[in-house]
């Protein structure tokens, strides 16, 4: 199943904090995060173990509840850069039989 | 290091016309492959993927295929093409382990009219 990401949609001021998460319906081994740019393909941020530690990509940090089946991305102090969309994929635990599964995305605009 | 190439880049076609999409992966041996399509304003949407050569697996039931002729090249294809097939075509490529990162090649973006 594919996992639910919210909001679907923020948008900040420059500087400001934001918070996206990841959701899944069944127990998850990993969760990896990519941010996409308009036109551009999805780039590889972070990606999140059970029973890892919490992550972090220059001022983006997450977390993995492994317990709830959710992970959080936190950025920081948002630049103008951090805009575009924030994908988060899931695997599950049974993780021999399992893909990557993205969810819908989170649209993230930053102005200034 | 690894890098992946795609192309074309951009595509205009008319209905009914073929479709051949190109991947190629260097920097890497046996890597799993995979075709992504994202219509706009949409994720990202499993459309084959492979472990190996001549190895497809399908996801969507649709009028496109793929092909693995060489390790490290993934071939998109279809012999006729509906309006439906507009987006944006990535391939992706990750490592034989259980994290499965994919990284993500430029795209094709497909226009049919």
């Known amino acids: 199943q594919q996992p639910v990401q919210s909001p679907q949609a923020v948008i900040l001021r420059e500087g400001e904090d934001a918070v996206i998460n990841c959701s899944s319906s069944?127990?998850?081994?990993?969760v990896h995060w990519y941010r996409q740019k308009h036109g551009e393909a999805p780039v590889f941020l972070m990606i999140?173990?059970?029973?890892?530690e919490q992550m972090r990509h220059e001022k983006i940090s997450a977390s993995f509840n492994e317990k709830k089946q959710q992970s959080s991305l936190y950025l920081t102090a948002s630049q103008l850069s951090y805009s575009g969309t924030y994908f988060c994929?899931?695997?599950?635990?049974?993780?021999?039989?399992?893909?990557?599964?993205f969810g819908t995305g989170t649209r993230l605009t930053i102005i200034p | 290091s690894q890098t992946i190439h795609q192309w074309p880049a951009t595509l205009v076609q008319p209905v009914g016309s073929p479709l051949s999409l190109e991947c190629t992966v260097e920097?890497?041996?046996?890597?799993?492959l995979y075709w992504y399509r994202q219509a706009a304003g949409r994720g990202l949407q499993l459309l084959f993927y492979s472990v190996g050569i001549g190895q497809i697996s399908s996801e969507v039931p649709q009028n496109l295929s793929a092909s693995r002729p060489q390790d490290r090249q993934f071939i998109l294809s279809s012999k006729k093409l509906l309006l439906s097939d507009s987006g944006f075509y990535l391939c992706?490529?990750?490592?034989?382990?259980?994290?499965?990162?994919?990284?993500f090649g430029p795209g094709t973006r497909l226009t049919v009219l």
């Open positions: 992706a490529w990750s490592v034989m382990e259980n994290t499965d990162t994919q990284y």
């Open positions: 920097g890497t041996s046996n890597p799993n």
């Open positions: 069944k127990a998850l081994y990993s």
């Open positions: 999140l173990l059970k029973g890892g």
């Open positions: 994929g899931t695997i599950g635990s049974n993780f021999g039989n399992e893909k990557l599964t």
